[in-house]
């Protein structure tokens, strides 16, 4: 397996933990804030997809450049969609198409150097690792979102399970 093959293998498990996560809580919770300042579980889950598309579109440049990311017009697809199935659907579909950029672009282009978000040189396989983190970043906030509406996160009950003397 390649270290590109490798990385996508576990951003497709991390993306896979979101969208259990995204299942357990309700439809009609998915507009829940935990503060009145927040996202709510909908936009967090925008801000993923929009997030993605963003740095990956603009790590698979020749040319990258990520103060473009600040000038970048809206993503029109992402933030109609409204419904749990149709954001799950998005979020499976947005990262298959991710994924292919990545694969499109290289091996040997994704050890190119780059300027990060701090301006400091690193690989674009390094920018792809801190989108994958900003990614489970944000599953951590949704998982806060499900404990503050009462719901067992769903990796809390899987290790629960596989701890249980019962297994």
Known sequence: MTKIEEFLSQWDDAREGLIKEVERIPEDKLDFRAAAETRSALELLYHVVES????????????????????????????????????????????????????????????????????????????????????????????????LLGIEPALTERFRRLTSPNH
Request: aromatic residues 6%; contains cysteine; glycine residues 4%.
């Open 52 to 147: 993605e598309r963003m740095l990956v579109d603009e790590i698979c440049r020749d040319d990258t450049d990520l103060r473009r990311l600040f000038t970048r017009p809206p993503d029109t697809e992402v933030r109609v969609v409204a419904t749990k199935d149709a954001i799950v659907a998005l979020l499976r579909s947005s990262l298959a198409t991710s994924q292919e950029k990545v694969r499109r672009f290289g091996a040997e282009k994704i050890e190119q150097l780059m300027s990060g978000l701090d301006g400091k040189q690193i690989t674009k396989a390094a920018m792809l690792q801190f989108t994958l983190a900003h990614e489970m970043y944000h599953r951590g906030q949704l998982t806060v979102y499900q404990r």
